[in-house]
Nanobody, 123 residues
Framework: VQLQASGGGLVQAGGSLRLSCAAS????????MGWFRQAPGKEREFVSA????????YFADAVKGRFTISRDNAKNTVYLQMNSLEPEDTTVYYC?????????????????WGQGTQVTVSS
């Protein structure tokens, strides 16, 4: 599986961005999908995840109420809608796919990773 993240950019605080992650392969609809972020010199941080069906979603406390996650299995794409962005959200965002059906926040459980997309929020 190859993952291609896009949609990052520069936005003012309070603004919005929508990240997309396009996946290759026919097994996409069976994967749990997650978004993580990582600042230089820091641990990779869980942001959000969605079950294979889209029926279950999970968010880190830091983004709860501001971010939403969704997926379109017909398009092999998962989205992260980010609203009310804060300067603290500035970093590189990665999408990931997990072959397991149990949704996890631990980045170690994910099998495939995209290349990352930079999000910068100015104050």
């Amino acid at each position: 599986v190859q993952l291609q993240a896009s949609g990052g950019g520069l936005v003012q605080a309070g603004g919005s961005l929508r990240l997309s992650c396009a996946a290759s392969g026919r097994a996409f609809s069976s994967y749990t999908m997650g978004w993580f972020r990582q600042a230089p010199g820091k641990e990779r941080e869980f942001v959000s995840a969605i079950s294979w069906s889209g029926g279950s979603t999970y968010f880190a406390d830091a983004v709860k109420g501001r971010f939403t996650i969704s997926r379109d299995n017909a398009k092999n794409t998962v989205y992260l809608q980010m609203n009310s962005l804060e300067p603290e959200d500035t970093t590189v965002y990665y999408c990931a796919a997990d072959r397991a059906s149990i949704v996890a926040a631990n980045h170690m459980t994910y099998d495939y990773w995209g290349q990352g997309t930079q999000v910068t929020v100015s104050s």
